[in-house]
């Protein structure tokens, strides 16, 4: 069964720095294409970047510039860095497939507030 399981959230003030980390259960980690996504009180979950297996990236746009996402593939393992955080920025935050998914995990909390 793959599991995954995000960390790194917190609060941090307005323009300041986390790191999320996903560890994926999953075999051939390498070949999956990798998102994170966030969802808001209230709203639904969107997509926030997304990696491919070869490492190519895509942002969406109120966070291009932003945030960077990332993996190591030996780890098993996808990161999205956070700079410049917004208060809009606030949400649970999840790993998932990019155009395949499993169960969702927990997320991670991000609350972004001074």
């Known amino acids: 069964q793959v599991q995954l399981v995000e960390s790194g959230g917190g609060l941090v003030q307005p323009g300041g720095s986390l790191r999320l980390s996903c560890a994926a259960s999953i075999s051939r980690f390498s070949v999956y294409a990798m998102g994170w996504y966030r969802q808001a009180p209230g709203k639904q979950r969107e997509l926030v970047a997304r990696i491919s297996s070869a490492g190519s990236t895509n942002y969406a746009d109120f966070v291009k510039g932003r945030f960077t996402i990332s993996r190591d593939n030996a780890k098993n393992t996808v990161y999205l860095q956070m700079n410049s955080l917004k208060p809009e920025d606030t949400a649970v935050y999840y790993c998932?497939?990019?155009?395949?998914?499993?169960?969702w995990g927990q997320g991670t909390q991000v609350t972004v507030s001074s």
């Open positions: 998932n497939g990019d155009g395949w998914h499993v169960n």
